[in-house]
């Protein structure tokens, strides 16, 4: 009798190992992957090698590439770290759109062939591998921390707490999600004709710090991007807050601190016309 029950539950093992198997072959296919390649210092122009890699429902483009990486031809260069949407290292353009590797599964494409790119207004160091430092700069430009006095710890023993309401902090949560990963910078077609301008992720992180009540830098964080190369220079295509992949809504943070700006404005023009409408003349 145990001998019948144990033939029984082999079968039933065998069967959901058959099943398991099926299953995980029925999810397997093989897809051609296009890699942008350049190497400026060869000097030699660009070109895209193809390679079938095979994948699964749950691959992503980042996984495809590591095993062309891996398997076919270790000279592809590649920038990533954390694998899981968080580092902003992974950049690319694929299929057209920027996006991040490790966050784009093959499967959600839909596509036989993935084509990767290196992420559009930025240098391209090799392959897919792009330059940040101007990125960078702008993102520092616009002094990304609190400015505040009482920030400064003086004597550790008598140290200050700055209390935030709910609603106080919903004001900039958003914003403050950004992982500098670029994405919005490269879809930006005001950043593809003047490089002087911020962009938007830096134009976001102004925002961020602008909309902090800890922060008491207000009047020159407008300075800062009320120039002839600044805020103005955004014409609104919104292609920033589409391409973002952690929810920030740069697009949004431009037109706010805009609204401000105007409020505010030292623009002669604007004064003078401000003065003309009170006096009555238009
Ligand atoms: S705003 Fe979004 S897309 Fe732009 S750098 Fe930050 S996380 Fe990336
Ligand atoms: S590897 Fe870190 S965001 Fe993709």
Redesign the pocket.
Known sequence: MIALVNIKNSRTNLEHDQKKESEIASNRKVIHLRVYRKNPKQGKSSHFDKFEVPVQRWTTVLDALLHAKGYLDNSIAIRYSCRMASC?SCGMKINGIPRLACYTKVSEIDENIITCEPLPNFPIIRDLVTDFSDFFEHHRAMEPFIHNPNADIVDKNSLTEFIQSPKDVERYLQSS?????????SACPSVGTDTKFPG??AL?QAYRYFADNRDDATQSRLDIVDTKHGIWRCHFAGS?SV????G?D?ALGIQLLRGHLVSFSKNDKKLAESRTRSLGKI
């Open positions: 902003g999600y950004c992982i500098k990963c670029g994405l919005c910078y938007p992720q976001a920033c391409v973002c992949p952690k920030v740069p």
